[in-house]
């Protein structure tokens, strides 16, 4: 995870070559623990991108030592969702910074829900994750954050439509139904140096990203290869293949280190 790495000025969020906006959000609100830095301290609210290949929140104020925060998948555990008798329902987990990534260590982390939706969130953040997860060897630290070289330029991002490449599961935007604003959302010409959920877009090293069509398929999940039988593919793209996702609300296969993970 690295802070203040993920965002333009303005407000605009900066997401890498090959990397796909799956959900979105601009009502939640983030609180962090474990940590002494001040940019750690007080509730923000912001927007949240869940992303082919992390969790990024968008501070709404630029007053905040926080501006943005960024968190591969690779980098999370212990996530769960929470359905208290009182309150809203949100997410808590732990993230662990990413080397060179402007902090150390690891935070918890809570993620309230201002709008609702968190357990629609949650599942498909759990989902995006563990595919994530199964493309990556366990290691003791995250791949370290390098900053991307070159200039970024305004991405015209479709909403909830997979990543050329790609075919298997999203999810349902009906709980998310707004796109990110117009004019909001930059790209760099690097590939993550971490793993999404079809595996790496390029080599780990922010070397050159591959064409989308010389890409090797993705390994089925979780009764995909039924599905797969019912595929169509458009021949005026046909780098792209589409099949019926399974159901939104089937919970995702645990990837927690942690062996009690609450599913619910």
């Known amino acids: ?19 796909c906006i799956i959900l979105f959000t601009d009502a939640v609100t983030i609180d962090f623990h474990g940590q002494d830095g001040r940019a750690f301290h007080g509730s923000k609210v912001g927007k949240l991108f869940l992303t082919t290949h992390r969790l990024i929140f968008i501070n ?6 926080l501006l943005s925060f960024s968190m591969p998948f690779v980098t999370l555990k212990d996530v769960e969702l929470e359905q208290p008798v009182f309150g809203s329902n949100y997410i808590k987990g732990k993230v662990r910074a990413q080397p060179n990534g402007n902090w150390v260590g690891e935070a918890k982390f809570k993620l309230i829900f201002k709008k609702g939706g968190a357990i629609d969130f949650g599942r498909a953040m759990l989902r995006a994750a563990s595919m994530a997860n199964s493309n990556y060897p366990q290691m003791d630290n995250p791949p370290a954050y390098a900053p991307p070289e070159g200039p970024y330029y305004m991405a015209d991002v ?17 709980a998310f139904p707004d796109a990110p604003p117009p004019q909001s959302v930059y790209r760099t010409d ?3 140096p ?7 877009t390029g080599n780990p090293g922010y070397a050159s990203a591959p064409p989308a069509q010389t890409a090797p398929p993705p390994q089925l999940f979780n009764g995909q290869a039924e599905a797969a039988q019912s ?22 296969p645990p990837y927690k ?3 009690n993970k609450k599913n619910d």
Not at 194 to 200: D, Q, S, T
């Open 1 to 19: 995870m690295s802070l203040n790495t993920a965002h333009v000025q303005g407000g605009g969020c900066l997401i890498h070559a090959g990397e």
């Open 60 to 65: 709404k104020s630029d007053k905040d030592e």
């Open 158 to 174: 479709p909403y909830g439509v997979p990543p050329p490449g790609y075919y298997g599961w999203m999810p349902s935007t009906a």
């Open 190 to 192: 690097m590939p993550p």
């Open 194 to 200: 971490y793993p999404g959920i079809i595996g790496f």
């Open 231 to 252: 595929a169509y593919f458009d021949p005026n793209r046909p780098q792209m293949a589409y099949v019926p996702p399974p159901s939104y609300y089937e919970l995702p």
């Open 257 to 259: 280190e942690s062996e």
